[in-house]
Structure formats: structure tokens, C-alpha cells
């Protein structure tokens, strides 16, 4: 069996080990992470799209179910991105600001429940600014004035990284699956160079097992 059908096997087989192990897999976790964000924005933008389309209608015109579902499932979608962004991108501020100010009455005690509890009417901002929608919403609830401020802060940092996050999650997720559609092509490129090369080495074995076995018989043969 030539020495050099193995070697050029193994060599391809180890950068076919590196090319799964250090390239595709931790690109498979980028891409399950950027799924997760993908899945809630379409999410968003389809039922936020509805909602605005009612809300552009007549008042008489306007159908109360339908509105009243797709907010429901475009804020829904937004409370999964808001939990993501309190801890990956703003750090877990809030959580801490929770701990830390129980003390200072009821109303700091529940930023979080404010925060999560109050959903914006234009979050893609298409028609409000965040500064007339925060005024209509947080601004109106029955708190103190620093509670206030405290989640509409919070708040207003959110939804102003909303739509550049949707940006971003969309134009990352098509670059991430086309940079992994590419590595499955190297892979399967690797497969198809070695797949010959192990048919080669197998025959070549069953060859070389073939005249040892015959050696070994001739051995036993008595003269």
C-alpha cells in the first residue's frame, strides 16, 4: 500500500476535523443566536405593519379584534427582544438599579414591571417620535416623578436600539447563512476529494490482506 495515498488522506481528513471544529460549529451557534433575534423582528415588522395599517383607516373602518390580536403578538415579540436587551446589550442595569433602590419606595421596586408591562403603539417610530409616545404612556402612570424618568429612560433606550437592531439582525443573518452555506460547500468539496482516496486505500488493503494471507498458506503448505 503506498505510503502516499494515506498521507495525502490524512492530511485532508485533519483539515476537514479543523474546518468543522473551528469554522462551522461556532458558526452554527452565531447562527442559532441570530435565528432567535430574526424570528421575533419578522415577527414584529409583520404585526406592526397590520397594526399600522388598521390605525391608518377610518375609525369606523377599523376591525377592534384584528387590532387588538396583532398587537398582541407584535408586542409579545417585543417583550422576548426586551429581555434579551436588559441583559446582553444594557448590561443588566435595570436589575441592578432594582436591587439597589428597593429602598427607596414601591414605585423603584417595580421598574422592571414598567418596563416589561408598558408596550409603545409606533416602536418602529413611523409616525410618533419615542419622546411623544413616552409622554403619552409612562409619563401618565401614577408614580413618582424620578420612577418616571427612571423607566422611561430604560425604555427610550430600548426602542431607539429597536430598529437599528433590525437592521443589523437582518443584514448579519443573510451574511452568516451565506458564509455557512460556503463552508458546507468546502466540506463537501473535502468529502468528495476524500471519498476516492479511502475506496483507494480499502482496495489497496484487501490486496496487500490477500497476498499475506497467501504467504501465510504457503508457509503451512508441507513440501
Keep these: ?18 474546518l468543522v471544529k473551528v469554522h462551522m460549529l ?11 433575534y430574526k424570528r421575533w423582528i419578522d415577527k414584529i415588522i409583520d404585526f406592526d405593519e397590520k397594526v399600522q395599517e388598521e390605525l391608518a383607516k377610518p375609525k369606523s373602518n377599523q376591525r377592534e379584534k384584528n387590532l387588538k390580536d396583532y ?18 446589550v444594557d448590561g443588566g442595569k435595570m436589575w441592578q438599579m432594582n436591587r439597589n433602590s428597593t429602598e427607596q419606595g414601591l414605585d423603584f421596586a417595580l421598574l422592571p414591571q414598567l418596563f416589561f408591562g408598558t408596550s409603545l403603539d409606533d416602536p418602529l417610530q413611523r409616525n ?5 409616545q413616552l409622554d403619552e404612556t409612562i409619563y401618565k402612570v401614577d408614580i413618582s ?14 426602542y431607539a436600539w429597536l430598529p437599528s437592531a433590525i437592521r443589523e439582525t437582518q443584514t448579519t443573518f443573510k451574511i452568516k447563512i451565506a458564509t455557512l452555506k460556503q ?8 468529502l468528495n476529494f476524500i471519498k476516492p482516496l479511502l475506496i483507494e486505500i480499502n482496495r489497496k488493503k484487501k ?14 503448505t508441507p513440501n
Design 1 to 18: 500500500m503506498k505510503g502516499n495515498t494515506i498521507r495525502v488522506f490524512q492530511e485532508n481528513f485533519q483539515q476537514l476535523i479543523q
Design 26 to 36: 461556532p458558526l452554527l451557534k452565531e447562527v442559532k443566536q441570530a435565528d432567535f
Design 71 to 88: 398587537r398582541n403578538e407584535r408586542n409579545e415579540a417585543i417583550s422576548h427582544l426586551k429581555d434579551k436587551w436588559v441583559t446582553e
Design 128 to 132: 410618533s417620535s419615542l419622546k411623544e
Design 145 to 158: 416623578t424620578d420612577a418616571k424618568e427612571q423607566v422611561a429612560r430604560f425604555l427610550y433606550k430600548f
Design 183 to 190: 463552508l458546507y460547500g468546502n466540506v463537501q468539496m473535502t
Design 207 to 220: 490486496v496487500w490482506t490477500t497476498i499475506m494471507n497467501g504467504k501465510t498458506m504457503n508457509l503451512k
